[in-house]
């Protein structure tokens, strides 16, 4: 006899350990009877940053920056945050010359 296991389930019980078990059980609940491309698109969109959010990492602060990219931020402490405003200029410019070319 074979036993199948929803991902509702197995999200449920990862959230146990991981302490996100109500907002994960909650969210699967919503998503349940979706296929798993369109699962990982419903919670992406549900956690995907519009704007810049300040952020402590250790006990550092941190930027994190969107990209435009699906669920990928530019995470930079405070030297690379102020080495990019005394480059602003030079930063700029590039990507203006580069902005219509395929960088990936």
Not at 19 to 41: P, Q, R, V
Not at 75 to 94: C, T, V, Y
Request: net charge neutral; proline share 6%; charged share 25%.
């Amino acid at each position: 006899m074979t036993t199948f296991i929803s991902p509702v389930w197995i999200a449920f019980i990862v959230g146990l350990f991981t302490g996100a078990a109500a907002g994960i059980f909650i969210l699967c609940l919503f998503i349940g009877g979706k296929n798993d491309e369109e699962m990982e698109e419903a919670m992406a969109s549900q956690t995907k940053p519009t704007k810049p959010e300040e952020d402590i990492y250790y006990k550092y602060p941190v930027l994190k920056i969107p990209t435009g990219r699906r669920r990928e931020l530019l995470i930079i402490g405070l030297e690379k945050a102020a080495a990019i405003l005394e480059n602003l200029p030079a930063i700029r410019s590039f990507v203006a010359k580069h902005a219509g070319k395929d960088a990936a």
